[in-house]
Structures are given as C-alpha cells and as structure tokens.
C-alpha cells in the first residue's frame, strides 16, 4: 500500500521570525531577579520546580509545563521557591508579536501538560545543536522555532502577528533602551548611551524621547525605582544596601527620588505592602 500527500500551502517567508537565542537557567543562591525589558518576544517553558512570574507587577505562580510568552517591552522577571528550586528554558524570538484572547495585554500563560513530551524533544534538539554547533546548525533551530510556533498557534489561544523591522532611529532607541535596562546599576551618562549606539547625543536624546515619551536619563531613574520597589517588597534590606543596589549615589537621593516619583517614601512604601499583606494573612 502506497500512501501519497502533496503540500500544497502556502508559508511566511523563512527570514519573518527569527530565533535570537535559548537559553537554560536553573535557581541557585546567586540568582537576582530583576525586572526587565527585551526589544524581542520571549518563551519561557518551567520544566521543573516551583515558583513565581512577575509580569508589569502582578504576580502569576509558575509550576512545571506552565509556558510564559512575554511581547517585546513588557516587563517581568523569575521568582524561584528555595525549597524547590525553578528550572526553566527561554526562547528569544525576533520579527514576530503574540496575540492572545486578552486584548491589550502583552503576555499571557499557557498550561502545556498534554504537549511536554513534544516541547521538551524540540528543548532538547536546540540545545544539543548549540552545544555541538556543527554546520547548519543555525537553520535546523529556526526550523525547530517554526515547528514550535505552529504548534502553539494551533492551542487556539495564541496567534502571530509578524512585525516589520523597525526604521535605525528605533533600532537605536531600543539598544539604549536595552542598555539602560541591563546597565541601570552602573553610573550611565549621555555619552556613554551616545558611543553604545553610535549616533550623536543630543539626537539620541530627541529621538529617545519621541519614541517612549521619557528621556534616557528619566528612564534610568524610573527604572531604578522600579528595581528599587521589587526590593523593597521582596526583602528587608536597608535602604542604604537598596539604593547601591539599583544604582543611585546615596541613600538621600534615593530617598528623594523615590518620593518625588511614588508621591511616598521608600519606607512608607514598604510599611504599606507589610499592612496589605498583613490583612491578606487576617482573612
């Protein structure tokens, strides 16, 4: 018996979507979670341990086959439980925004159960191809991305909007962004942003600011304080130790900036998420 099946669809031009990078982390005692931002969409896939997803502040609990898809400039970060600690792989994916049931919202979860022995093959393929990175091994992980995606978008939940590449002045915009993100610790000046993206500062400061609204150098602050404020409710550090921490030059100016920004103190901050979760417990 001879069995035959013609392909006769048609499918995206193969540079659309691209895959950036994979990566495998695992929760050990060096691990700092630190909300941020990508200029990508991200995939993350929990395979095993417990723990907790913070996306633009809300936080989501996170368990194994649970998928996390995450559209460019949403922030979010990874909460692991210590007693069982989270492991998990991410996906950067490049040319490409999710569309879920949720209008609006830029990230959504999906519960994978009944497709983990098919992720965790396609997981272990990527990995192996660059770990070994024999030749071809670039085409053979997009095409694993691809088959990937079409799984997901046939859950009925998920869909794909494919992105034209932005104009150089966003592409600049977006490499200090992502600078400012990954740096925020560090004293960052205009300069310094002007020579990471190679264009003049004062367009660079007229260009960023048209794009997002913000300066750069208000948007290193603002991303300080939000750093600044997941410690405050995730630790008992001091401010001292908070305020070196995410960057600022003193204790005093983290102080004041955090309530020129929040309209409160970073103490009062803290004392009211205490009383918040203090009458949670009460209930």
Not at 67 to 79: A, D, K, S, Y
């Given at each position: 018996m001879n069995t035959r099946y013609d392909l006769n669809m048609?499918?995206?031009?193969?540079?659309?979507?691209?895959?950036?990078?994979?990566?495998?982390?695992r929760f050990g005692g060096d691990w700092h979670s630190v909300p941020h931002t990508h200029a990508c969409s991200e995939m993350f896939y929990c395979i095993s341990g417990r723990g907790q997803f913070n996306?633009?502040?809300?936080?989501?609990?996170?368990?194994?086959?649970?998928?996390?898809?995450?559209?460019?400039?949403?922030?979010?970060?990874?909460?692991s439980y210590q007693a069982n600690p989270l492991e998990y792989v991410v996906l950067g994916i490049e040319g490409a925004e999710f569309l879920f049931d949720q209008k609006n919202l830029g990230y959504t979860m999906l519960k994978c159960h009944d497709m983990r022995e098919d992720i965790l093959y396609m997981?272990?393929?990527?990995?192996?191809?660059?770990?070994?990175?024999?030749?071809?091994?670039e085409m053979i992980c997009q095409d694993i991305l691809e088959v990937m995606l079409v799984k997901l978008v046939r859950m009925?939940?998920?869909?794909?909007?494919?992105?034209?590449?932005?104009?150089?002045?966003?592409?600049?915009?977006?490499?200090?962004?992502?600078?400012?993100?990954?740096?925020?610790?560090?004293?960052?000046?205009?300069?310094?942003?002007?020579?990471?993206?190679?264009i003049n500062k004062y367009y660079?400061?007229?260009?960023?600011?048209?794009?997002?609204?913000?300066?750069?150098?208000?948007?290193?602050?603002?991303?300080?304080?939000?750093?600044?404020?997941?410690?405050?409710?995730?630790?008992?550090?001091?401010?001292?130790?908070?305020s070196?921490?995410?960057?600022?030059?003193?204790?005093?100016?983290?102080?004041?900036?955090?309530?020129r920004l929040e309209g409160i103190s970073p103490i009062e901050y803290r004392r009211s998420l205490q009383k918040k979760q203090d009458a949670q417990q009460e209930r």
């Open positions: 048609e499918v995206p031009p193969r540079e659309s979507v691209r895959l950036l990078y994979i990566s495998k982390s996306i633009e502040g809300t936080l989501h609990n996170v368990e194994p086959d649970d998928l996390i898809i995450v559209n460019p400039r949403v922030q979010h970060t990874e909460l997981i272990r393929m990527l990995l192996r191809e660059m770990d070994n990175k024999e030749d071809g091994c009925a939940s998920v869909s794909l909007r494919i992105t034209t590449k932005a104009p150089s002045k966003n592409k600049e915009c977006a490499a200090a962004k992502r600078y400012l993100d990954e740096n925020f610790r560090d004293s960052i000046s205009l300069d310094q942003l002007a020579a990471v993206t190679h660079l400061a007229h260009a960023f600011q048209k794009e997002y609204n913000i300066s750069p150098i208000n948007y290193l602050l603002r991303r300080r304080i939000s750093e600044s404020k997941a410690l405050l409710a995730s630790t008992d550090h001091s401010l001292t130790q908070i070196e921490l995410v960057g600022f030059s003193s204790p005093s100016y983290f102080s004041q900036s955090f309530r």
